[in-house]
């Protein structure tokens, strides 16, 4: 249960910042409230945890020989992956993922960009108009789901989910995800600049390395 908590705890937090998402709840708190911002943001990363963890847990519905391994393996490969990654990258990361996270923010955050999306579009453009907190809250929600579908966070939530306690894991990404959105609305301005895209992907890499060599060290579980 300690080993699915701190596990979780530690790679979600150190895989979320200076991640994409990261850099979208500053800029929406430079914006907007900051309270609705961290509520909206947290909101959707908490589903995502959830989602996530739904998932691992479908996978270890398998024998738990071939899900220990599997996430083991999971583990170890992706946590060379972010090495690589790490050793690839220049100066120019961090401004790259600013930009993407910009462009994300100003693709849905124009009300003529919103009327032309479909349904859901129609649907927060009238929020908007009618109750600005809650369409501002909808927008900051969707942005953050849409941005952390498929990222190195859910990922590893997923692989967490398949190896760990589900409910412990739940608790320390959520925890994590708290942390890194309250540093993004609260200082993310004065720390952006400071953050190393290079240095959190390799101590992520790291991390993943040692907890399948842990993984493999505690064995199967009974």
């Known amino acids: 249960m300690q080993t699915a908590f701190t596990a979780s705890l530690l790679l979600i937090t150190i ?4 991640d994409k998402t990261f850099f979208i709840a500053v800029i929406l708190a430079m914006r907007y409230p900051q309270r609705l911002v961290f509520a909206s943001v947290l909101a959707a990363l908490a589903l995502m945890t959830v989602l996530s963890v739904v998932l691992g847990q479908a996978v270890s519905l398998l024998p738990k020989i071939y899900t220990h391994y599997g996430a083991i393996a999971l583990f170890l490969i992706f946590g060379a992956k972010l090495i690589y ?31 032309k999306l479909p349904i859901i579009g129609k649907f927060l453009n009238i929020m908007l108009l009618r109750y600005p907190w809650l369409g501002i809250g909808l927008q900051a929600f969707m942005m953050t789901f849409l941005a952390e579908w498929g990222d190195r966070t859910q990922i590893s939530t997923i692989a967490l989910a398949a190896a760990y306690n589900p409910v412990f894991v739940t608790i320390g990404a959520i925890l994590g995800h708290g942390i890194c959105t309250a540093i993004a609305v609260l200082g993310g301005r004065l720390i952006a600049g400071k953050i190393s895209e290079r240095v959190i992907t390799a101590i992520g890499g790291i991390l993943f390395i040692i907890f399948g060599v842990t993984a493999y060290l505690q064995g199967v579980e009974p």
Do not use: F, P, R, Y
């Open 85 to 115: 990654d790490a050793s690839q990258m220049t100066a120019q990361s961090n401004a790259e993922i600013v930009h993407e996270a910009e462009e994300t923010v100003e693709t849905l955050d124009s009300s003529k960009a919103i009327a």
């Open 15 to 18: 895989s979320e910042l200076g």
